[in-house]
């Protein structure tokens, strides 16, 4: 992938068209997913695009008939001629109606399908993105892929089909065009053909180029979003402030803003110009008809009813035979930009097989065998020959420096990443063994930087179980237990105030008080027997990480608790502490036995014991 701030990717000028033909193949997974979208509507789109394929040929002989009925009538002044003139001009205005129709019916089934077909692309991508691992979304072309998906793919099914049935409807216009025209002579239907490929083939070429720019630009395109967020968002809109950011970041976005439009600015201007050149060509063939047809009428060899209609087919047919190739030019663009909704929805995901819903030797509890783990693309590993065990009804705390390893050893154990080297095993089995469902049922877990839903309180709450996230009783027992109950009794509707400030009557609230909304979380699966706390008090007073931490220590008398904190006035509440250092275990013991090495751990309790002397 083309580096953002690189050149734009140039064309390849040999053999581009026979390369090209491949893209075709998104075809029929297009006309599949609009068909399983909405079959009546794709059927009703189909039959509408053959009858307007059909009628605007069926006027062009009629309106023939007409004129030769009036020059007859104006000839013999009977009123049998008349009225067949009279009669033909009926038939006229049936079919233009009939024509009218099929248009509204085409721009009606196709509004009500392109909504339907947005709605279930987003589904697929976002269905998609549920099945990925944390290390996709932590790969930077991943995100650029998506957003390449999200932003044309809603679209481009039904375009690429519409375009289908037009090919469809103008072929049939164009057969109809060409057997009439085919009696005046052989050689108009082969102008007609030859003045449309130059532009199909400008516009072709043009479409691979801009989609190779729609590519190379998706990163700044996600830097501007971004740039968008920091700049109107409330979460980052005090420190924006503050540090007067605003113009800094504004300039950033109207500089991504020049650079992208230089290079839409060449690309538009070089498309219009070939464009405009090309379409000389066709409007030369144009006037060359009529002249050859107004020639042939003055020279009585048709008559004047067939004058009119072969000028209307010559320009109808070249209009249609230029609105085939466009189809086909446009099918190719819309083929493109197919291929990175399919490309990201084919992204192989690591199937997750194991059937196991218990271990086999039952209170065995969390072992890490040799446990390694070497980040995409990094260089040294983030672990390294762990071995730790951690039986039910203990309380170990990992600690170390920032970087050390501690929040890498609970992704392991979450099954977040999978260990590059060694094995990690609950009650005995590995958990690569585990069914998913199973194992994560068994774990509780807030991280450093949870997530704060712009959802009700209980929502919030209840999203640590989602099957239990109506039910009021557990609800209140998570919040009392995460000590979040009294300050929620407090708020106006209770379970059901808004946070965040996103929605209506949306409240906010204190750092301290999301974080135990979040540990109010944790607590909502009561099946969980291991309960994970990454820096949950970080936010609190020490009271409050007091009684936080005397709380966890009887709530948790038959669980596994995994503890990580900066703060040793806490870490020393656990049986066993861990000390990680660069990725490998360094120390490990309880507070009264570390503290006597007089090792690391002492090291950095006496230094932290200090500032508070």
């Known amino acids: 992938m083309a580096h953002p701030h690189s050149s734009p990717p140039k064309r390849a000028d040999i053999g581009w068209f026979r390369r090209s033909l491949g893209v075709f193949r998104y075809t029929r997974r297009a006309v599949e997913l609009v068909w399983g979208t909405s079959r009546g509507l794709t059927v009703a789109l189909a039959g509408l695009t053959l009858v307007a394929g059909l009628l605007p040929p069926a006027v062009a002989w009629t309106g023939a008939k007409i004129i030769d009925a009036v020059v007859g009538a104006i000839s013999t002044g009977t009123a049998a ?78 375009s690429l089909v519409r375009r289908s049935f037009g090919l469809m409807q103008n072929t049939l216009s164009l057969v109809s065009y060409g057997a009439l025209l085919a009696a005046f002579s052989p050689l108009a239907v082969l102008l007609l053909a030859v003045a449309a490929v130059p532009a199909f083939v400008s516009e072709t070429r043009f479409a691979g180029e801009a989609f190779r720019l729609f590519k190379w630009r998706s990163p700044e395109k996600r830097k501007q979003a971004y740039l968008e967020v920091v700049i109107a968002r409330e979460d980052y809109a005090k420190e924006v402030k503050l540090l007067e950011l605003g113009p800094l970041l504004v300039q950033r976005y109207d500089d991504i803003f020049q650079k992208l439009y230089a ?170 063994e585990w069914q998913p469902d199973a194992l994560r049922r068994r774990v509780g877990v807030i991280f450093q930087d949870f997530v704060r839903y712009q959802f009700t309180v209980g929502e919030n709450i209840g999203v640590g179980d989602v099957p239990h996230i109506d039910e009021q009783p557990r609800l209140d027992d998570a919040a009392e237990k995460g000590m979040a109950k009294p300050f929620i009794d407090e708020m106006p509707d209770g379970h059901d ?117």
């Open 81 to 158: 001629d008349q009225r067949t003139a009279l009669m033909w001009i009926g038939v006229e205005a049936l079919l233009v109606i009939a024509l009218a129709a099929c248009q509204k019916g085409l721009d009606v089934s196709q509004s009500l399908l392109r909504a339907q077909l947005g709605h279930r692309v987003n589904m697929l991508i976002l269905d998609k993105a549920r099945t990925l691992e944390l290390t996709h979304f932590e790969d930077a072309e991943l995100y650029d892929q998506m957003t390449q998906a999200r932003r044309e793919a809603s679209s481009r099914p039904l």
């Open 263 to 432: 290079e839409d600015r060449s690309l538009t201007l070089r498309r219009g110009l070939w464009g405009f050149g090309l379409g000389l060509l066709s409007s030369a063939a144009l006037y060359g008809a009529y002249v050859w047809v107004a020639v042939a009428a003055m020279a009585s060899r048709i008559t004047l009813g067939q004058m009119t209609m072969y000028l209307m087919v010559f320009k109808q047919g070249q209009s249609a035979f230029s609105a085939i190739l466009q189809a086909v030019g446009g099918m190719y663009e819309d083929n493109l930009y197919l291929s990175n909704l399919y490309e990201f929805l084919d992204l192989p995901v690591e199937a997750r097989e194991g059937t196991a819903v218990e271990g086999s030797r039952p209170g065995d509890g969390i072992r890490f065998e040799q446990v390694g783990f070497t980040y995409p693309g990094a260089t040294s590993p983030a672990l390294s020959g762990v071995d730790l065990h951690l039986p039910p009804g203990r309380r170990l705390a990992l600690v170390g420096h920032n970087g050390s390893g501690k929040t890498t050893l609970i992704k392991l154990l979450t099954r977040l990443y999978e260990p590059t080297e060694g094995r990690i095993l609950l009650d005995g089995t590995p958990l690569t």
């Open 497 to 613: 105030t808004q946070l965040g400030r996103w929605f209506k009557n949306g409240r906010e609230l204190s750092i301290g008080q999301w974080q135990k909304v979040a540990l109010s979380r944790a607590f909502m699966r009561e099946q969980a027997d291991i309960l994970v706390l990454d820096e949950p008090t970080a936010a609190m007073d020490a009271e409050a990480e007091a009684e936080i931490f005397q709380r966890l220590t009887d709530l948790t008398e038959d669980q596994m608790a995994i503890l990580i904190s900066h703060r040793f006035s806490t870490v020393r509440m656990a049986d066993d502490i861990v000390v990680l250092h660069k990725g490998a275990v360094v120390e490990a013991g309880d507070h009264e036995g570390l503290m006597a090495e007089n090792g690391r751990y002492a090291h950095m309790f006496n230094l932290q014991a200090a500032g508070y002397q």
